[in-house]
């Protein structure tokens, strides 16, 4: 049956930044499709929080502290998991820094390139793509001796092309910017996915990104209208559409995919 390589029954997976966005559907879905799923997050009361909807998958998610630029932190994190779980089969890359969701951390007066601060910049890649390095590097480790594994980056379709920056003007206000760090960081994360790929060549340890575009997350509603007519479809994406391209790079039904990239967009990146 074809659905039978969708199934990750028995399979044991790790989402950073699980209690993110995009990162809650991700842990739901593999919960849904049979795997035992550690929601990890730099602040452990919000994975609790973000497991605590999931009731009908409640007993086969656990939620996790993982600092992913601490290399202690994840050693440990990916330690317990396997010592709990047997394995580690699948990886998504999930936790990143974006200014829509982390203005305290990244966020300047207007992003302006020219005046944009080194220290912002530093910390930011220190999550976007440091984080990635250093959680990655561990797991392979373990899927190494296990001979097999999945590994699922996120990116954005702003790692594909730089980003529309007139979506970030508002009327009769200072002009403001999306911040460099983040389509750098995100080109940076499919650059990885096809190291990695070719570095596991002929093992079956598979990487692969996925690349979603806008993800509707009660945007302003200029913006909301301005970024939909970008896209081929009319419309910024739901948070659960990322799910059914999350569980084929997962699954066994993409298993002669890897070093690939996955574009989940509404066609933004098609004109």
């Not at 290399?71 to 010592?83: F, H």
């Not at 009327?171 to 070719?198: C, M, N, Q």
Request: include cysteine.
């Amino acid at each position: 049956m074809i659905f039978d390589q969708f199934s990750l029954k028995g399979k044991v997976a790790l989402v950073t930044g699980g209690a993110g966005l995009l990162g809650k559907e991700f842990c739901r879905t593999l919960a849904e499709a049979g795997a035992e799923v550690y929601c990890a997050d730099l602040d452990l009361g919000l994975a609790k929080n973000a497991i605590a909807g999931l009731k009908s998958q409640i007993q086969h998610v656990h939620p996790i502290q993982l600092d992913v630029t601490d290399p202690v932190s994840v050693e440990k994190a990916v330690g317990e998991i396997v010592t709990r779980s047997g394995s580690l089969d699948v990886l998504v890359n999930s936790a990143a820094l974006d200014p829509k969701f982390d203005p305290t951390h990244t966020q300047t007066t207007s992003n302006a390139f020219e005046s944009y601060p080194l220290k912002s910049w530093q910390d930011a890649l220190e999550v976007n793509l440091t984080g990635p390095f250093l959680v990655t590097q561990t797991v392979c480790r373990q899927m190494v001796k296990q001979g097999k594994g999945s590994i699922i980056n996120i990116c954005s379709i702003y790692g594909l092309s730089g980003p529309d920056q007139r979506l970030y003007e508002i009327p009769d206000e200072p002009r403001t910017y999306k911040p460099v760090y983040y389509s750098v960081s995100k080109a940076g994360i499919l650059g990885f996915t096809k190291y990695l790929a070719t570095y596991y060549a002929n093992t079956e340890i598979r990487v692969n990104s996925l690349t979603p575009g806008g993800v509707f997350n009660n945007h302003e509603e200029h913006f909301v209208k301005n970024y939909s007519a970008r896209t081929v479809l009319g419309r910024m994406a739901r948070k659960d559409e990322m799910n059914g391209a999350l569980l084929f790079l997962a699954s066994d039904a993409s298993s002669y995919m890897t070093g690939s990239n996955v574009v989940v967009d509404g066609g933004w990146t098609a004109w």
